[in-house]
Antibody, heavy 123, light 108 residues
Framework: QEQLQQSGPGLVKPSQNLSLTCAISGDSVSRNGVAWNWIRQSPSRGLEWLGR?????????DYAPFVKHRITVNPDTSKNQFSLDLSSVTPEDTAVYYCVRVILGVYWYFDLWGRGTLVTVSS | DIQMTQSPSSLSASVGDTVTITCRASQTITSYLNWYLQKPGKAPNLLIYGASILHSGVPSRFSGSGSGTVFTLTISNLQPEDFATYYCQQSYSTPLGTFGQGTKVEIK
């Protein structure tokens, strides 16, 4: 059964780092042609793609321009998981964060989602 | 960046009705358009990709059409489990796949 299991704190203080992990079952973080993404959702900003990693002969990383200077997505092949690190958070980073799989191809789409983690940025 | 605009933002319908949701792109995205359904407290689920290709397991009462900048999602014979929020998402611009703002389908 393919599944993405998210973990991480639900409350982060302003200016600190937000860190989430996504454990993969039924697939491999290093499978060629598959990208592992982070998307967030808030009432004010809707659904926003944040970043991704994928392995195609080597590891690739792509980030949304509006968070590029403070985001890292890292694979962990030993644990078959990937992570999100978002630094210097503000209350505007309060959102539900999802880890999501994409099968790369002519038509690509977000086909497998984690359950989501509500992260609140507050002191 | 490609902007996606959905209309209406919400609609009311009854079981058995046919509803249509429109999604417009700020520039041509050919047929690189996906549709998702989201229920409260849950992650979105893929319905249609490539503008008109039904994802595996999705009922045939869902259909998609369009190309270029204007796309539609049609739900025929609306069922109780279809009351949810629907999102379009463009996959023309890789990897930044922007979403529409959503259309909430409510029970009349």
């Amino acid at each position: 059964q393919e599944q993405l299991q998210q973990s991480g704190p639900g409350l982060v203080k302003p200016s600190q780092n937000l860190s989430l992990t996504c454990a993969i079952s039924g697939d491999s973080v290093s499978r060629n042609g598959v990208a592992w993404n982070w998307i967030r959702q808030s009432p004010s900003r809707g659904l926003e793609w944040l970043g991704r990693t994928h392995y195609t002969t080597k590891w690739h990383y792509d980030y949304a321009p509006f968070v590029k200077h403070r985001i890292t997505v890292n694979p962990d092949t030993s644990k078959n998981q990937f992570s999100l690190d978002l630094s210097s958070v503000t209350p505007e980073d309060t959102a539900v964060y999802y880890c999501v799989r994409v099968i790369l191809g002519v038509y690509w789409y977000f086909d497998l989602w984690g359950r989501g983690t509500l992260v609140t940025v507050s002191s | 960046d490609i902007q996606m605009t959905q209309s209406p933002s919400s609609l009311s319908a009854s079981v058995g009705d046919t509803v249509t949701i429109t999604c417009r792109a700020s520039q041509t995205i050919t047929s690189y358009l996906n549709w998702y359904l989201q229920k409260p407290g849950k992650a979105p689920n893929l319905l249609i990709y490539g503008a008109s290709i039904l994802h595996s397991g999705v009922p045939s009462r869902f259909s998609g059409s369009g190309s270029g900048t204007v796309f539609t999602l049609t739900i025929s014979n609306l069922q109780p489990e279809d009351f949810a929020t629907y999102y379009c998402q463009q996959s023309y611009s890789t990897p930044l796949g922007t979403f529409g703002q959503g259309t909430k389908v409510e029970i009349k």
